[in-house]
């Protein structure tokens, strides 16, 4: 799997998850899976993350490849039409390009930030990324899993170890 975390939360980055099932019997086709089909990922009983199915291919008689993935990748195959936008509150503009596409918790505060401007026609994952970044918002992920519309922290930095440093 691929997780990327940009610290200052100024990317909205899509995760995978790709793994390969084998099924000694034929009686079941995991092909019939569809896209969208969602996915939870745990890692030592802890909620690692969720996922949603791209596609997944037969490649042998016993053999399934899988891949999945995150909630953000779901908002880039599919476009919002933007608009000229004035006084719109933050909240019901991020629910407008979301679209129903994917479950989203969101901070109360963005249905006090008025956004005036301009967004242009392209995916819902890039419009969120333009309004997230001129009310000072950010993607984080709830106890389930789902992603979670909030601010940055103002607290005061601290220093990560080297030992939770990794590569990889």
């Given at each position: 799997?691929?997780?990327e975390?940009?610290?200052?939360?100024d990317?909205l980055s899509?995760?995978?998850?790709r793994?390969?099932v084998?099924?000694?019997s034929l009686?079941v086709?995991l092909?019939?899976?569809?896209?969208g089909?969602p996915c939870?990922?745990y890692?030592?009983?802890?909620?690692?993350?969720?996922?949603y199915l791209?596609k997944v291919?037969?490649?042998?008689?016993?053999?399934?490849?899988?891949?999945?993935?995150?909630?953000?990748?779901?908002?880039?195959d599919?476009?919002?039409?933007?608009?000229?936008?004035?006084?719109?509150?933050?909240?019901?503009l991020i629910?407008e390009i979301?679209?129903g596409?994917?479950?989203?918790?969101?901070?109360?505060?963005?249905s006090?930030?008025?956004?005036?401007g301009w967004?242009?026609?392209?995916?819902?994952?890039?419009?969120?990324?333009?309004?997230l970044?001129?009310?000072?918002?950010?993607?984080k992920?709830?106890?389930?899993g789902?992603?979670?519309?909030t601010t940055?922290?103002v607290?005061t930095?601290?220093?990560?170890?080297?030992s939770?440093?990794m590569?990889?």
């Amino acid at each position: 799997f691929f997780v990327e975390n940009s610290l200052a939360h100024d990317e909205l980055s899509i995760d995978t998850l790709r793994f390969t099932v084998r099924y000694p019997s034929l009686a079941v086709d995991l092909t019939k899976f569809t896209y969208g089909t969602p996915c939870t990922y745990y890692q030592d009983d802890t909620l690692f993350g969720k996922f949603y199915l791209v596609k997944v291919k037969r490649t042998s008689r016993y053999e399934f490849n899988f891949e999945f993935q995150s909630a953000i990748g779901l908002l880039e195959d599919t476009q919002h039409y933007g608009g000229y936008y004035k006084a719109k509150i933050a909240s019901e503009l991020i629910e407008e390009i979301i679209g129903g596409k994917i479950p989203y918790t969101i901070k109360p505060v963005f249905s006090k930030i008025k956004l005036y401007g301009w967004l242009p026609i392209s995916t819902r994952r890039d419009n969120l990324k333009q309004v997230l970044f001129a009310c000072g918002g950010c993607i984080k992920k709830n106890s389930e899993g789902n992603v979670y519309i909030t601010t940055l922290d103002v607290n005061t930095p601290i220093n990560i170890p080297d030992s939770r440093i990794m590569e990889g």
